[in-house]
């Protein structure tokens, strides 16, 4: 198990249209004191992280309405949001679209079939 | 590869197919990180019965999740628009890491599986370590497939001026002479009775080939009775990665 102290009290907005998957961590990061509040399409997921200004974002790439990278784009270009790190979160992987997203400042490109819930946990502490 | 697909393939809208797969990887990870978790004790401590079914469930579902990334990434070869993720790499990482995961599915049926060569750190390798990987597993999970019970799998891993060679060696039947020209054939299954008994997709061989060909390596195999002469039965199956790094980059 982990105890990550810094993610206590901090705010991750997830951008993830498939329920499932969030659903499945949801009880381990508010277990460790995460606020966690989700989107599930890409205007939802910009619109929230406009308003609710998290400490870090989960960002996946494949979503109905505005795609994962438009999101990132338009946080990175967001004066107030720009310092928000992104993680993107996705089961596309190709070299393209990891370099894709580091060019528009993603801080890390996770792929979600190759990694397990306490690493996602450890990657958001060393992320914020 | 052969030019003429056949009337069932054509029946079959392949990027559609190609899109389906890529879809499974969705609930595949899910399963990944609730197994995860019940591993972990996330949901309570586990007998150690439960702990074997687990980790059981958690080999096969790998399993099926490299299988997945292989044909995507066929798929991506097929379609001309392949990309490797290529790093430096230690190709010991690699050997050990998948010997680890599946000495536990080797040990269920009475095998052992032993390394044998390089001491030390071993070569650094410039591959797309996912994929050589996958490449490796489908030798061993052959070798484990395809030899009886107390049998034997040997790896090794030399190296020369310019080449690394990893080989798979087991103590099973072989491949006979009339398998021999198949074996890299796509969808190819032997017909020899023991080893239609077994599980398979036919892709797995024909995936490393083509794997280890974007790689500039080659893979082959020897029958041990008839290629190497040697009395006892088995296969041999190895690939060759290139350790001309700056060769590599260039393309």
């Excluded at chain 1, 990175?76 to 997203?101: C, R, Y």
């Excluded at chain 2, 003429?4 to 399963?31: F, R």
């Excluded at chain 2, 969808?187 to 036919?202: C, I, L, P, V, Y």
């Amino acid at each position: 198990m982990n105890t990550m102290d810094n993610l206590k009290g901090k705010k991750l907005v997830w951008v993830e249209d498939d329920q499932f998957l969030s659903g499945i961590i949801a009880s381990k990061l508010t277990n460790h004191g995460i606020t966690l509040l989700h989107a599930s399409t890409g205007d939802d997921g910009f619109a929230m992280i406009k308003k609710e200004k998290p400490d870090i974002v989960l960002l996946d790439l494949l979503l109905p309405g505005i795609s994962g990278f438009d999101v990132l784009q338009k946080v990175k270009e967001d004066a107030e949001l720009k310092d928000i790190p992104v993680i993107v979160f996705s089961n596309l992987g190709e070299p393209k679209e990891i370099k894709k997203a580091r060019d528009l400042g993603a801080k890390k490109f996770l792929v979600k079939a190759a990694i397990v819930p306490d690493q996602i946990i450890d990657e958001l502490s060393s992320a914020l | 590869m052969t030019q003429d697909p056949s009337p069932q393939e054509q029946t079959v809208d392949y990027s559609d197919i190609i899109n389906i797969v890529h879809d499974l990887q969705a609930p595949l990870s899910g399963v990944k990180w609730t197994l995860s978790m019940l591993q972990n004790g996330d949901a309570g401590m586990l007998t150690p019965s439960q702990k074997e079914l687990v980790e059981k469930a958690i080999h096969g579902n790998e399993h099926t999740l490299r299988l997945v990334r292989s044909i995507l990434a066929v798929s991506r070869l097929d379609a001309g628009n392949a990309e490797l993720n290529k790093v430096e790499t230690p190709i010991l990482d690699v050997v050990n890491d998948t010997i680890d995961e599946l000495s536990l599915y080797a040990r269920e049926k009475g095998l052992r599986i032993q390394l044998k060569g390089l001491d030390g750190e071993g070569p650094l390798v410039y591959i797309d370590a996912d994929k050589i990987r996958n490449v490796f597993e489908n030798l061993v999970e052959n070798a484990i497939k395809y030899t009886p019970p107390k049998g034997t799998i040997a790896v090794s891993v030399r190296t020369n001026d310019d080449e690394c060679i990893i080989s798979v060696e087991d103590s099973g039947a072989g491949i006979s002479k009339d398998d021999a020209p198949y074996i890299f054939k796509k969808f190819f299954r032997s017909n020899d009775h023991a080893k239609k008994t077994e599980r398979g997709s036919g892709l797995g061989l024909y995936i490393s080939k083509r794997l280890v060909e974007a790689h500039n390596g080659r893979i082959w195999f020897a029958d041990k009775k008839r290629d190497l002469g040697l009395q006892e039965s088995g296969t041999v199956f190895a690939f060759m990665l290139p350790l001309n790094h700056r060769e590599n980059m260039l393309e």
